[in-house]
């Protein structure tokens, strides 16, 4: 969906450069492979199961954070909101569009 015409939301192959040289604790070198790894989490166990070591809080929140920004992005462009909006994965406003292809994933919060 992000890579829609009346989307263009570069986020995946940002995030994806980002696991590809830092894999997830599990192995996952994907962004897709850990939202899907976290999504059966939160539908099968119904929580995130920290006790694993395969999970880590950190890259929990940098993905819900990042996800929320996306989702705010997405209805802003099917609005035709082109101004400012405060992000979730900085401390300033932003334009709609400023994410873009070069974008450093750590601008997402993937640090």
Request: hydrophobic share 30%; charged share 25%.
């Amino acid at each position: 969906m992000l890579r829609l015409p009346q989307i263009g939301l570069p986020d995946t192959d940002i995030a994806d450069s980002y696991y590809a040289c830092n894999p997830h604790p599990d192995g996952t070198r994907t962004w897709t492979g850990v939202i899907s790894k976290y999504r059966g989490d939160v539908i099968h166990h119904g929580y995130f199961p920290f006790s694993e070591e395969s999970r880590d809080l950190e890259d929990v929140v940098r993905v819900i954070r990042h996800l929320h920004d996306i989702t705010a992005r997405v209805i802003f462009k099917l609005l035709g909101y082109n101004g400012r909006y405060r992000t979730r994965v900085s401390a300033s406003t932003q334009e709609v569009c400023w994410v873009t292809t070069s974008t450093p994933p750590e601008d997402l919060g993937y640090r």
